[in-house]
């Protein structure tokens, strides 16, 4: 059984910076798709916006929204990726879902579901607010 926790949200100012965690656990996936997606307030439930993709080969992708002030990594040690937010704005907040997926050969990454492939596993988020 995969699960995934998100930690890290939190209230802050304009300009101020988090780190969030995604630990995963009942897996072993020796390759596999992770992605970073954020819902914000008032959006159609829905609906997720793809922030930041990791693989097992470190190829990463972000949302033009965030290039240059996201940060996504992972630490295999812990089964966890991390994705550090710096320069936060207002219109980042959201609540914020890590996903997993194991890789055969294609990943969504920023998309819940692309090409036939699909996150089958999510965290339960964690919120992000900036003022």
């Known amino acids: 059984h995969v699960q995934l926790v998100e930690s890290g949200g939190g209230s802050v100012k304009a300009g101020e910076g988090l780190t969030l965690s995604c630990a995963g656990s009942?897996?072993?996936?020796?390759?596999?798709?992770m992605g970073w997606f954020r819902q914000r307030p008032g959006e159609d439930p829905e609906k997720v916006e793809g922030v930041a993709f990791v693989d097992n080969a470190d190829d990463i992708s972000y949302a033009d929204s965030v290039k240059g002030r996201f940060t996504i990594s992972r630490d295999n040690a812990k089964n966890t990726v991390y994705l550090q937010m710096d320069s936060l704005k207002p219109e980042d907040t959201a609540m914020y879902y890590c996903?997993?997926?194991?890789?055969?050969?294609?990943?969504?990454?920023?998309?819940?579901?692309?090409?036939?492939?699909?996150?089958?596993?999510w965290g339960q988020g964690t919120q992000v607010t900036v003022s």
């Open positions: 009942g897996y072993s996936y020796r390759t596999w798709c």
């Open positions: 996903a997993t997926e194991l890789w055969i050969g294609f990943c969504p990454r920023l998309r819940p579901t692309d090409g036939g492939v699909e996150y089958r596993n």
